[in-house]
């Protein structure tokens, strides 16, 4: 009786480590939420509209953080005031996951700088703050630009899964993929004194590499930090409030950062 006793166990405990599958096994599904840093590369923007066609050369611009509170940053009132990621992952295959998400950057045109100008404009008043092919911002006289609520890439991507540390209650994974995706920014222009322009259009399309190191605990919970490095091409930026043709065109690569916290489902840990 005994012995049927122990092999019955054994045969139970044996099953169920069968039954048992890695983190990111096919079928699985991964939520995640994260903050990001991210930094751009210098930038060609054209405005143009009824009386003015001009381009300013090597516009330098940065990201704004917010200020870190738990008010701000975990109130889910206040979840689309940082710098956020937000992403489903599916798995089709073991370790291989098609993500749909958005990037929810900011960017912020540096306003003390002096730039070049290329173009016209008709207008006298506007056309005296051009000295020897040159503009200074700093006033903000001709121009304020921003991408602060936000800068949205929202994108697809695809990443592979390796495993690279295997432990009763930890598994540490490093992934690579690449992604691609449309830009819906919400930009806050205001240009030569018309009417401050803030809302958002469909402005262009971007693309990705990213890699990433992701830390699984707990059977179900993953830390993710990852790198991002892309390139974003918008052709279609609102610069007024009405229905005139006027707009504004730039492309510029960027990195980003992004670190935050996920969870899986329908993965069960291993022993």
């Keep these: 009786m005994k012995n049927k006793f122990l092999l019955l166990l054994l045969l ?6 069968k039954a048992q599958t890695e983190p990111f096994k096919k079928g699985s599904i ?3 939420w994260g903050w990001n840093n991210s930094a751009y590369s210098k930038s ?3 405005f143009k509209g009824d009386g003015y066609d001009f381009q300013l050369n090597d516009v330098v611009a940065h990201d704004r953080q917010t200020p870190f509170s738990f008010k701000k940053y ?8 940082p710098q956020v990621n937000y992403r489903i992952t599916y798995f089709p295959k073991d370790n291989l996951g098609i993500t749909l998400g958005m990037d929810h950057m900011k960017y912020v045109m540096d306003q003390n ?3 070049d100008f290329q173009g016209y404009i008709n207008n006298p008043e506007y056309a005296s703050l051009v000295q020897n092919g040159k503009v200074d911002l700093s006033d903000a006289k001709l121009l304020t630009f921003e991408h602060t609520d936000g800068l949205n890439y929202i994108n697809i991507g695809a990443q592979k899964y390796h495993n690279v540390l295997n432990k009763k209650n930890i598994d540490l994974f490093l992934s690579y993929g690449a992604g691609i995706g449309v830009l819906l920014p919400k930009s806050n222009v205001k240009l030569m004194g018309n009417e401050r322009s803030d809302r958002f259009h469909l402005a262009g399309f971007g693309a990705d590499v990213r890699v990433a190191v992701s830390l699984i605990t ?8 990852e790198g991002k490095y892309g390139y974003i091409n918008m052709p ?3 610069t007024t409030l009405n229905n005139k043709p006027d707009k504004a065109s730039q492309d510029f690569t960027y990195g980003e950062v992004d670190f935050g916290i996920g969870y899986t489902f ?3 840990k291993h022993n």
Excluded: C, E, G, Y
């Design 12 to 17: 139970t405990v044996t099953l169920s480590l």
């Design 30 to 32: 991964m939520v995640f």
């Design 44 to 46: 060609d923007i054209r």
């Design 74 to 81: 975990l109130n889910p009132a206040n979840a689309t005031i």
């Design 113 to 115: 700088q002096i730039v």
């Design 218 to 225: 707990w059977r179900h919970v993953v830390f993710q930090l």
């Design 236 to 238: 279609d930026i609102k």
């Design 266 to 268: 329908n993965t069960r």
